[in-house]
């Protein structure tokens, strides 16, 4: 991006907050490509963009989206989309998923996908960002949805592949976790790793129309059972399995009720709160790990791995590891 | 402890060392304590003892068992560990409870539990060590399971209460995690925590006996059809559930097959290794981890409370406070 050489690097920050804050579209786009970018000088920049926005962020509900391929996630935003413009609230869709880049083509970058919601006014829609690790892309998205929150977005909504580890990192940034199964396929086809479904507050089975409808009843009455068994967690809530066919519009407004009744419930509780406060905080730990790991690697690429190589081969205790690699780092 | 102090800290090692690796039942109560202890000295010779022994450290299977308050824990350790030394096995019996400190009395500590056990010469018990950080008690845990694998101890059992975060700590350093659930029991009952379940490698139901049996079977078609959901792990290994009865002396031959099939099955897989590499490498990491906070608390006992609170109070950016943390740190 171009910037002004004569402009100061306060001045930017400034210019940036105030475009943003108005709902700028192309200057939210520009933000969050600086937000994107390694290199130092913008980061400096976005760094100070987050500070001067915190106090403007936090009023939008965080959802996440997850399911297999196959499950149907981008037809499901799509309309759901829809509904959520249609009652006049301004929505985000942001993604999360680090293997786009190996199969060529992020995941919402895909122009054939979410065409309508695309030209919707009251749509913002994002793609993937780039990046080589989990870590990379999981920080600009959650710094993406502070600035989309900013920016007025009243909700902001984060897909996620369902396959990987990326499921962690949305679940530790959104209010509440959506994971959409299909009826009747497979274990395998659904791909849903273990840990997953314990981590949704709701549960969607998709394509329950036509012939389907019967399946998805059955699988609605599975699931259910199932989570009975993954006790409520200590919020107050417990998790619920709706069926929806995105195909006839079916079931669409009851996931919207859904979200809105588990806000009531979790802001009632005080653990809507409770649950930001130990992200931002979680927040804060990662990053200074990453610092401290950064830091390690920093004095020689192969300290860390040198260690781990020795413990596995029982020449050294992990303790004793930690306390030599903790000397190096502090020479 | 009573150390000679014309000996070198090398001999006390080595005498250490020696007795461990012979059996000695006293010498090994005594490490125990040694590594259990806070002083700096007694760490230093523990550290040194661990190094040394971890040659002969690695060959017993590791047995995490967990369940509600309730679910017959004790009776069952009782029971089963007379049928693995009854089958010529030498057996060390550990626990994990930071809790019990608080509640007046050890869970192992009890006098009156295990009380054939306790008499059984190829058994080893040892109550859970006092600490207040689940973190110190743990490390402690570990430590003790290696000596107790250097002191030539065929299966080592870790009992945790099942209620808290003890049981992922515990997770993180056996081969095999068994829950054990009472039949027909309410869910606050129950109290097993969301997660716990999916952390099993096989599940128990308890006190399957007399007007019991039907509840305990159709309880074990529930779990299995839970566990189903929850799918089998990368491992290869498809959780079981079984009934028993200590009562009636029923099941338990059955939980000790189980746990043998799942060794073999993982052993074959590579993911018996696998997981006991990734465990070791995960310690190391924690014991670094446990090395920089020591560190940050070090530099003023308030840093870290205070850039939380700025986190919090939305004046810092997670990412800001992360930096000058570091700096701080780096001082």
Chains 1, 2 share one sequence.
Not at 107 to 116: A, F, N, P, S, V
Not at 151 to 178: C, K, P
Request: proline share 3%.
């Amino acid at each position: 991006m171009v910037i002004k050489t004569r402009l100061t690097k306060r001045a930017i920050v400034q210019k940036f907050a105030e475009g943003v804050i108005r709902g700028d579209r192309v200057v939210l786009s520009r933000a969050i490509t600086l937000i994107e970018s390694s290199r130092t000088n913008d980061r400096s920049i976005a760094e100070d963009l987050i500070e001067k926005l915190l106090p403007h962020t936090g009023k939008s509900v965080r959802i996440g989206v997850t399911g297999a391929p196959g499950a149907g996630k981008s037809t499901f935003i799509e309309v759901f989309g829809k509904y959520i413009t249609s009652v006049h609230k301004k929505l985000a869709v942001l993604a999360i998923d680090p293997s786009s880049q190996k199969t060529k083509g992020s995941i919402l970058g895909d122009k054939t996908r979410m065409e309508e919601l695309s030209r919707d006014p009251r749509a913002f829609i994002r793609p993937t960002p780039t990046g080589d690790s989990l870590g990379g892309v999981a920080h600009a998205t959650r710094e993406t949805m502070l600035l989309c929150e900013a920016a007025g977005y009243d909700v902001v909504l984060i897909e996620t592949v369902g396959v990987g580890q990326s499921e962690v990192a949305v679940r530790g940034m959104v209010d509440f976790f959506l994971l959409l199964m299909l009826a009747g396929a497979g274990d395998e086809l659904q791909g849903i790793k273990k840990g997953i479904m314990e981590m949704a507050d709701g549960i969607a089975i998709t394509k329950a129309d036509g012939e389907n409808v019967k399946k998805a009843t059955q699988a609605q009455a599975d699931f259910q059972h199932a989570l009975h068994w993954l006790q409520p967690a200590e919020s107050g809530w417990a998790p619920k399995v709706l069926t929806l066919s995105a195909l006839s519009h079916t079931g669409i407004m009851e996931i919207w009720k859904m979200i809105e009744e588990y806000e009531q419930c979790v802001r009632s509780s005080g653990s809507f709160d409770r649950q930001r406060r130990h992200q931002k905080i979680a927040w804060f730990h990662e990053s200074f790990d990453a610092l401290i790991k950064k830091k390690v690697l920093s004095k020689s690429k192969s300290t860390l791995a040198t260690f781990e190589k020795k413990v596995l081969a029982n020449l050294l205790s992990p303790d004793k590891a930690a306390k030599q690699l903790m000397k190096k780092l502090m020479d």
